[in-house]
């Protein structure tokens, strides 16, 4: 007698639900990432180009510069703060909290916190 070799149909359709589960998650979360990434790269090159000096108002109009070019319309350049760095007289940081939430499936929602924050005049790492 031989032995029965393969899956069943009810394995099979859950193995597929499960590859369909995973595509959905990363349909949804992936863009979030990707915008942070921009706003990352964002809060560099505004950093890198200001220094503690720079005026609130400078670095605002250089935020919204940036956000218009690579059209990052969900952020408010309001979500950006200026703040001193804890521990260092006269050293100011470009700091950006924001959360976003995004329906998953059904009633079930993804909240997803990001926070990043750069000394003003601080040379890139990268």
């Given at each position: 007698?031989?032995?029965?070799?393969?899956?069943?149909?009810?394995?099979w359709v859950a193995g597929v639900g499960l590859?369909?589960?995973a595509f959905i998650t990363g349909v949804k979360l992936v863009p979030l990432y990707l915008e942070f990434y921009s706003v990352r790269s964002l809060v560099d090159?505004?950093?890198q180009e200001s220094s503690s000096k720079t005026s609130v108002q400078q670095i605002r109009?250089?935020?919204?510069?940036?956000?218009?070019?690579?059209?990052?319309?969900?952020?408010?350049?309001?979500?950006?703060k200026v703040v001193p760095v804890e521990g260092k007289n006269d050293v100011k940081a470009l700091e950006i909290y924001y959360e976003v939430r995004k329906?998953?499936?059904a009633n079930i929602d993804?909240?997803?916190n990001f926070n990043y924050s750069k000394e003003l005049g601080a040379a890139d790492d990268t």
């Open positions: 007698m031989r032995k029965q070799q393969g899956a069943t149909f009810l394995t590859v369909i589960f090159r505004v950093a109009r250089k935020v919204d510069d940036y956000m218009n070019v690579n059209s990052l319309n969900s952020l408010a350049s309001s979500d950006f329906p998953w499936v993804f909240l997803v």
